[in-house]
């Protein structure tokens, strides 16, 4: 018996991943905005599948920045959405806020993106340290940096 073997193209895909030069980058740019803004945060960057790639602690963040940081970056990768886009969209629909938060480092808090190269998610930035609009500004900052790093 013969069995047909698939072409490699088939079988896996290439796709692009952050550097840790890209996941500096986006820490600079979130640090140089919360330091313009006057707010001591922490700052996150996983990788897609919401692996710790890189950290940045300021001095003075509240105490839980670290934690909640993580969450908002590893949230906004695994749905591959702005944290405060999901909440949006849960507004009134207690099963799913219910069901997310059953869901480990998940959280609905405004501060995680997700971070793209070419259309792809290839990790996420959380910060967390100030008010949420603040830590929504730091965050994309760092998004934006992402562009200006390729």
Do not use: C, N, Y
Request: no cysteine.
């Amino acid at each position: 018996m013969t069995v047909p073997v698939q072409e490699s193209s088939s079988l896996s895909r290439t796709q692009p991943v952050i550097s840790a030069a890209g996941a500096k980058a986006v820490l600079r740019a979130a640090e140089a905005k919360a330091t313009e803004l006057g707010v001591p945060v922490v700052v996150v960057v996983v990788d897609d599948g919401g692996d710790l790639k890189a950290l940045l602690g300021m001095d003075g963040p509240p105490k839980g920045a670290i934690q909640w940081s993580i969450d908002k970056a590893v949230t906004a990768a695994s749905f591959r959405a702005p944290t405060h886009v999901l909440a949006q969209a849960m507004d009134g629909a207690p099963w799913a806020i219910a069901s997310l938060m059953g869901q480990p480092h998940a959280t609905l808090a405004p501060g995680g993106f997700p971070l793209v190269i070419d259309g792809i998610v290839v990790g996420a930035v959380g910060a967390s340290g100030g008010s949420p609009d603040q830590d929504q500004v730091v965050a994309q900052a760092g998004v934006a940096a992402l562009g200006d790093a390729r």
